[in-house]
């Protein structure tokens, strides 16, 4: 069965920078989409960046375009989501989620929590 | 940029009941629309997905309709385990994705 673990949040300064992971098992990797999905506290959920199943694609919400980079090493079947300029706004709970056909989020991780506080 | 909306933004039921959610995009998005579950601390789970289609292992009292900017999603018959928050999503050609502000549902 597909199995989605995130790592590497934890609590950093607003204007340093955070590299997320998302590990993927139990399917193929290489053939779907991800994407990178977060919850602020006590609110809704917000899709942040998304990438082809190649890695030849990406997209940003505009919330993060400019400032964080989503990646994949398909030969790893791991996803990336490098957060740089932090913003007390980017505090959340961030979710990687597969996309079995470019159209919606079929699996999703535990989620990995991010707080940017002084 | 699609705005999505979802109504109401919070409901109480009695379990049995016939529950409906309703969401409305600012322009035609077709049949571009998923539905979403999220029980309290847990990962969200996909229930609809192109409008109407159930997600395979999805219980069939949840179902779904519309197109264009007009949509309902339905449990025929509510459960204390379907106390959760519901999105709507869209998704455009890119693929972005747009959800909905959510809809909580508890048990009267």
């Known amino acids: 069965q597909v199995h989605l673990v995130e790592s590497g949040g934890g609590v950093v300064q607003p204007g340093r920078s955070l590299r997320l992971s998302c590990a993927g098992s139990g399917f193929t990797f290489r053939n779907y989409g991800m994407h990178w999905v977060r919850q602020a506290p006590g609110k809704g959920l917000e899709w942040v960046a998304g990438?082809?199943?190649?890695?030849?694609?990406?997209n940003y919400a505009d919330s993060v375009r400019g400032r964080f980079t989503i990646s994949r090493d398909n030969s790893k079947g791991t996803l990336f989501l490098q957060m740089t300029s932090l913003r007390a706004e980017d505090t959340a709970v961030y979710y990687c989620?597969?996309?079995?056909?470019?159209?919606?989020?079929?699996?999703w991780g535990q989620g990995t929590l991010v707080t940017v506080s002084p | 940029d699609i705005q999505m909306t979802q109504s109401p933004s919070s409901l109480s039921a009695s379990v049995g009941d016939r529950v409906t959610i309703t969401c409305q995009a600012s322009?035609?998005?077709?049949?571009?629309l998923n539905w979403y579950q999220q029980k309290p601390g847990k990962a969200p789970k996909l229930l609809i997905f192109?409008?109407?289609n159930l997600e395979t292992g999805v219980p069939s009292r949840f179902s779904g309709s519309g197109s264009g900017t007009d949509f309902t999603f339905s449990i025929s018959s509510l459960q204390p385990e379907d106390i959760a928050t519901y999105y709507c999503?869209?998704?455009?050609?890119?693929?972005?994705?747009?959800f909905g502000p959510g809809t909580k549902v508890d048990i009267k």
């Open positions: 322009h035609d998005i077709s049949n571009y």
């Open positions: 192109g409008a109407s």
């Open positions: 999503q869209n998704y455009d050609s890119l693929p972005i994705f747009t």
């Open positions: 990438i082809w199943n190649d890695g030849r694609n990406q």
């Open positions: 989620a597969s996309d079995r056909s470019s159209r919606l989020l079929d699996h």
